[in-house]
């Protein structure tokens, strides 16, 4: 396959780890398409994919790694372990689960999908985590849809602070008391829904900055999460629009741009609140 010189940049997880800024997401994308999917973004240049044992499309990506002739560690994979299986042995059993799916040794990034605070049981599962970590099958750990509160729960009884949380995070939503927690714990912000489903790229304020640059709307929301640091995995099912998404990193949005995007914040959710889901 042809491979594009063009780079991503890389982001420091605590942990010593890099991680590209840039990913691809499969949630939603149909199990039956994500080999070929996946692999459309390999052609573009992508190198990070994000899936989870609830999209039940690891399978796919799997096989998308195995046809593409990349070497193991030309690609970040991340997964995730579900709601239903925290807890100490069946997290390990999920994880063993997904290596499978995946056909891998190890993954990138292991997460805990959201930290279902009702159940109770996501300071064990991260327990579990902080051992596949200590094995090496998981190189680098973190959690999703986590708030200060889970955070500091989970730092407080393993010692080990996740590297990265991934959070609903869009101009709709921008959340920055979350951000600022995670700046301070050096905690890398992963934004989920960074095009907030698609749903934005209406806005007026975007659209005038996207044709002040001669970019689409899409990739001015882009933009502006990587000129914030966020690590970014927009979804497509569709072929310009993956390659559309992957090129934001020859423009440069202005102080002003990224200001009249901040006012866009209005504190909205596309997805469920962790406080309460699962
Ligand atoms: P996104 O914000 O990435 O938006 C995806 C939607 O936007 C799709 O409908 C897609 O359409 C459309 N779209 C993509 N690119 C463009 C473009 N250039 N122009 C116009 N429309 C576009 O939402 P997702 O919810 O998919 O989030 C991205 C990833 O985040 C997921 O795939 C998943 O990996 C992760 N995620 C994690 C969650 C968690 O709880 N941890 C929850 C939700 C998502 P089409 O595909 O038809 O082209």
Redesign the pocket.
Known sequence: MTTRTESVPLVDLGDGNPMPQLGF?????PPEDTAQIVLWAFEVGYRSI???AA?ENEAGVGEAIARSGLSRDQVFVTT?VWNDDHGHDRARRSFERSLERLDLEYVDLY?I??PAPAAGRYVETWEALCELKSDGRARSIGV??FLPEHLERIIEASGVTPVLN?I?L?PRLQQPELRAFHSEHRIATEA???????QL?GDETIRGIASAHER????VVLRWHIQLGNVV??????PE?IE??FHVFDFELTADEMEAIHGLDAGDR??PDPATFG
């Open positions: 997401g499969v949630f939603q994308v994000d899936t989870a999209y995730k997460l999908h959201w999703s849809n991934q609903e869009h989920w829904s960074p095009l907030g489903k698609g790229l689409t709307p899409a990739q995995i927009p979804k497509s099912v569709t629009r559309e998404n596309t997805g």
